[in-house]
């Protein structure tokens, strides 16, 4: 029997099976997540994401309940109408007291009128000012209120500040949410990175700004990044002294980013190689 056929179809099966890239250095990639939390506390009565929904900028998450917060804005508006409504008898009473001061004044110039008279148009004159100054202030104030209850009310309604994809939801509908609690976490895509550990013996041959080239399963030729933190203390360190042994045991956490993100999944293995 011919075995030289088979041998030969052997070699080239071998050949054709490439070896899985072994990166200098071990890691993972990491991501920087969104917490959105409730900024007043109240209870949630809908959430309008869910675990792995992709979000943009402007989309709602969830919303609370808004009872007190709808109240408080129709009772500013209902001050303000009050006072609108004040302040036109009030302006119709300093007309008069003006028309009246100013008759007084011209009686006075021609002695007809005494000093006593005077004074009296004079302080309702004055009265009249100070009400409706009085009335311009508690709209002013009102308008204020207004304002503020206007925003703690679109507060109940939490919209996403990035784009990205929602990791996890903390709260459902029907719970309470504690002021400044995370209802909502959503991962963007830049801000994905690599995470990575670098023995001692070749701390040396990193600085921060290196490029360096990611490697992973289905990455293709890989990725590049840019070493944006190096740790200044060492991950592991043996007991009592470091000798030549123990030495082998230290790594220095390294983190790598790139523009935009790094297209890869939080948790997923990496090897980097330096450039």
């Known amino acids: 029997m011919n075995l030289k056929p088979l041998g030969l179809a052997l070699l080239l099966v071998l050949a054709g099976c490439e070896k899985p890239h072994q990166g200098q250095w071990l890691g993972y990639a990491e ?16 959430v309008k994401v869910k675990r792995g929904d992709w979000v943009k900028k402007g989309d709602l998450l969830f919303v609370l309940d808004n009872t007190s917060q709808t109240a408080s804005r129709d009772q500013a508006l209902a001050q303000i109408a009050q006072a609108q409504s004040q302040r036109a008898s009030a302006e119709a009473s300093l007309d008069l007291a003006k028309r009246q001061l100013d008759r007084q004044k011209g009686l006075m110039q021609s002695v007809a009128t005494s000093k006593q008279a005077y004074d009296q148009a004079k302080s309702a004159y004055d009265a009249a000012v100070a009400q409706v100054a009085a009335i311009d202030a508690q709209e002013a104030q009102a308008k204020a ?7 703690q009310l679109s507060q109940r309604q939490v919209v996403s ?11 459902r509908q029907g719970e309470y949410a504690p002021a400044m609690t995370t209802v909502v976490s959503v991962l963007p895509p830049d801000n994905v990175y690599v995470r990575f550990f670098v023995p001692e013996n070749q701390f040396a041959r990193i600085k921060l700004g290196q490029k360096v080239k990611v490697h992973c399963d ?13 740790a200044s203390s060492q991950e592991y360190t043996p007991p009592v002294i470091f000798s030549n042994q123990s030495r082998n045991q230290l790594v220095f956490k390294v983190e790598a ?19």
């Open 218 to 230: 289905s990455c293709g030729d890989g990725l590049v990044a840019t070493i944006a933190f190096i």
């Open 257 to 275: 980013r790139a523009e935009g993100g790094l297209k890869l999944n939080p948790g997923q293995p990496v090897d980097v190689d330096p450039l």
């Open 31 to 46: 991501g920087d997540t969104a917490f959105v939390a409730a900024p007043l506390a109240g209870w949630v009565t809908d």
């Open 145 to 151: 209120t207004l304002s503020s209850a206007a925003y």
């Open 161 to 171: 500040l990035t784009t990205g994809r929602v990791q996890d939801v903390y709260f």
